[in-house]
């Protein structure tokens, strides 16, 4: 009878040990909330009213915070659909979330039954131009819960990727690329009456500096450092044409593709006003390469056909000439990979993003062009796919989703990420309205006055739209890793 030894090693210790771990963390986080709780109840009671008759500040947002975190860093996997659960019951926090949100819908309410435009034939402009506003807000809003993760990560995180991630009962908000955007849609509306290239391209780029001066009053939650430098140095008095940085992010590529839809067919203005929303922040010629290739790639889809990889990759060795040869190498090798079936992870590995597509122009252009070429009709895949090549997951898909859009138009967008959209007081409708507007100037050369936009309703959006991208930053410290 041979006498078995002891085991010296006992496989089930180290997941045992982690789950202590994380029950000892939760349960931190969860002490930390009753304890904020508890104090905010005794500032309620009026037990700690100081000499003078004053009551000290309650204790804001950090109480919700805590209890978040003790949820995801609880070892309970379903526990981790009801990480808001902990926001609605602190006392710090509930009430703030709960009359935001009664505001929020109150006016989203009252704007659905102020705006209930008559069946008309829309124009194909029209179609373009509001599919790609719309095609940017939804990518957007798909994007940003997977912004910064990882392809690995995320797929952890998120196996399963059919509706926006961002807030509870699957909805969604929007983030800059949107912003942007509309505010350069505004600034087309404003100058598309200026016939002469080079007057439309000046009074483009003085209209849109007072627009971004402005949107940064209003405390966006994310915003490049290349785009917050040029911002800066305009309001200490740089004019537009000084203000921008050197840098070759992707900031200018989020937001051109309406103008490649607009006037794509006028390739002087194009570039013109290209040039001019792309140098207002960004001074690299690489940046205003890539811009070029998004709004020409959303020229050529707005209208209605499927372009072959290597027209496209001619068609933008044309616009660009040689000066650009670093972007068209890596323009013709996603065309070679598309017509090759070959996948987009792939393609992007070799470009240098293996676990995620940077905020480099040279990285996010040619993989949200080779995103685009093969699902050209196709929102909801293309969309999906550059998401789930992680990284700057928003930016590249409101880019890839402007391109689509412009070819689908706002009917080729799955409803229900349209209507899981949250957004106010830049509404579906306001949306709608500004897409309508932009096309009938851009197509009369006429005058117009941008939508009007409460710059306070903004401010309220965004104090709301801070807090949880905090809480999705903290998230990503947790499991699952």
Known sequence: MVREE????????PGQMAEFIAWAVAGLFAAGFLAANYANIQLLRGKYVRPDGTNPSPALFVGGILGVLAVLAAPVEAWRDYWWVPLLVDL?????????????????SQSKQDSQPPVREVPPLERSVVGCIFGTAVGDAFGLACEGLSRSRQARMFPELTGHKLLPFGRGMCSDDTEHSCMLAQSLIETARYVDVDEQAKKFSSDFAWRLRFW???????IGFATLRAILKLWIGFPARYSGVYS???GPAMRVALIGVCYGGDLPRMRALVRAA?????????AEHGSLAVALAARLASTGQDVAPDEYARRLRELLGEEAGELLALVDAAARSVSQGEPAADFAARNGCADGVSGYMLHTVPAALHVWLAHQSDY??????IVRLGGDTDTAAAIVGAIIGARVGKEGIPVEWLNTLVEWPRTEEWMEALGTKLADRAANHSRGYALPLNWLKLLLRNTLFIPLVLLHGFRRLLPPY
């Open 6 to 13: 002891p085991a010296l090693y006992d496989e089930g210790r």
């Open 92 to 108: 710090g926090t509930g009430p703030y979330l709960l009359v935001t949100a009664i505001v929020l819908a109150i006016a989203a």
């Open 216 to 222: 940064l009053l209003g405390m966006p939650a994310g």
């Open 248 to 250: 070759a992010g992707n």
């Open 278 to 286: 792309t140098r207002i922040t960004h001074t690299d010629p690489k």
């Open 380 to 385: 909801r895949a293309g969309v999906t796919a």
